[in-house]
């Protein structure tokens, strides 16, 4: 038996209907704050994914046979390309939401295909950047149903100070990779590798207790990394500031940011700046950017309804016809209306009203199709109420 390619999955109706859900809200949300909709191709050469990603993520790449091209990881690389490429007024505020492919091992809430809905914000080297990118993720996952999220907050230049200072630099790259795995792996495997890499010192050192020993910490450090931290948290005073947070990829080179539901340790998104990026491809330009992971998201909220079918109309034998044409005068008024399409015995097509949860139901015969009165049955309480087409559209489409 065929299956889909691992870490590959199918979605069913009541998975699409969730997920469309989910793209119209993040849509609908990041429109509201000016972002611009954009899209790359799924390919770009290999020198493009390989230019900034990082030792790991470069192992993680689809390569394909000409071995010129891979598909994309994420999306903040092909829009720096994108950008260096393209005249625009700034801030040039742009969001994409689509696939993108990692072949790492799955595991739950981690895909070989999975979506992303990125914005940001190229041509802005203020915070006030970052603190938009982090008030409209807030109100986006409010509106998706997470309404105590947290937003841990640190900055890759006090990393890197850091890692200066302790005679690390040449095992920065490694160190944060390491840090990235400490929700994943836990605190004691942790300390494992960073022992291994003679850096156990360095995780004693980045656990706080609070935004203000954080900061004191990032001070004695790294003068402009403590900075950028303040002007951020007076903006998004939010954030929790968590000197352990490194994010895996190696193009960050500032505030960086993870998301996550109280009720859950999964992330459910994550960002940060990557000023140096687009340089690679032309000229330079400040960037940031925020990333939601649609797959987390839709697997934290569990399903949707079954069918976006709001009346299935039934009918007697010899009435299909005026079934149909109730169905079009519905439709017209964006009443999402089903007929049988089977020649089903009554009995038959209530099962498979039920069976899709429709929440309401008419049935036409010969009363209904004389007098144009439908009586509409409220399927989940069995309430029932005569109505002519107008009251109809009144009812079905408040």
């Given at each position: 038996m065929r299956r889909t390619p691992k870490g590959m999955r199918d979605f069913l109706p009541e998975d699409m209907l969730l997920r469309e859900r989910i793209f119209r809200i993040i849509r609908e949300t990041y429109r509201e704050f000016g972002f611009r909709p954009v899209e790359t191709p799924a390919m770009e050469h290999l020198k493009v994914l390989e230019a900034k990603g990082g030792e790991e993520i470069t192992g993680q790449i689809f390569r394909l046979d000409d071995k010129e091209l891979g598909l994309k990881f994420e999306h903040t690389i092909s829009l720096a390309r994108l950008v260096s490429q393209n005249s625009f007024p700034k801030p040039f505020k742009a969001y994409q939401i689509g696939k993108v492919w990692r072949r790492e091992e799955p595991q739950k809430g981690r895909y070989r295909e999975f979506y992303q809905a990125d914005a940001d914000i190229i041509g802005t080297k203020d915070m006030r950047a970052e603190a938009e990118l982090l008030h409209m993720a807030e109100r986006t996952l409010e509106r998706l149903g997470f309404p105590n999220v947290i937003f841990a907050l640190n900055n890759r230049k006090v990393l890197n100070d850091i890692m200066k200072q302790k005679g690390l630099q040449e095992k920065t790259s490694k160190i944060m990779r390491v840090l990235d795995k400490l929700?994943?792996?836990?605190?004691?495997?942790?300390?494992?590798?960073?022992?291994?890499?003679?850096?156990?010192?360095?995780?004693?050192?980045?656990?706080?207790?609070?935004?203000?020993e954080a900061l004191k910490v990032a001070e004695k450090f790294s003068e402009q990394g403590e900075k950028e931290l303040r002007e951020l948290l007076e903006l998004y005073p939010k954030a929790i500031i968590d000197l352990t947070l490194a994010?895996?990829?190696?193009?960050?080179?500032?505030?960086?940011?993870?998301?996550?539901?109280?009720?859950?340790?999964?992330?459910?998104?994550?960002?940060?700046?990557?000023?140096?990026?687009?340089?690679?491809?032309?000229?330079?330009?400040?960037?940031?950017?925020?990333?939601?992971?649609?797959?987390?998201?839709?697997?934290?909220?569990?399903?949707?309804?079954?069918?976006?079918?709001?009346?299935?109309?039934?009918?007697?034998?010899?009435?299909?016809?005026?079934?149909?044409?109730?169905?079009?005068?519905?439709?017209?008024?964006?009443?999402?209306?089903?007929?049988?399409?089977?020649?089903?015995?009554?009995?038959?097509?209530?099962?498979?009203?039920?069976?899709?949860?429709?929440?309401?139901?008419?049935?036409?015969?010969?009363?209904?199709?004389?007098?144009?009165?439908?009586?509409?049955?409220?399927?989940?309480?069995?309430e029932e109420k005569t109505l002519k087409k107008k009251e109809l559209l009144e009812l079905l489409g408040s």
């Open positions: 929700d994943k792996i836990g605190e004691e495997e942790v300390r494992k590798e960073l022992k291994e890499l003679n850096a156990e010192e360095i995780l004693n050192l980045l656990k706080t207790s609070d935004n203000e994010r895996g990829l190696a193009y960050y080179t500032g505030p960086i940011f993870e998301i996550k539901s109280k009720e859950s340790s999964i992330s459910l998104g994550g960002g940060g700046r990557y000023d140096e990026m687009i340089s690679l491809f032309g000229a330079g330009d400040y960037a940031t950017g925020i990333s939601l992971g649609i797959d987390r998201i839709a697997l934290l909220l569990g399903t949707d309804k079954k069918t976006p079918t709001k009346v299935f109309i039934a009918n007697l034998e010899g009435f299909y016809k005026e079934a149909v044409e109730l169905a079009d005068y519905l439709r017209a008024s964006k009443i999402n209306a089903e007929t049988d399409l089977n020649k089903r015995t009554l009995r038959k097509q209530l099962d498979y009203a039920n069976s899709l949860e429709i929440p309401y139901l008419i049935v036409i015969g010969k009363k209904e199709a004389e007098s144009k009165e439908y009586k509409l049955k409220t399927m989940a309480t069995g």
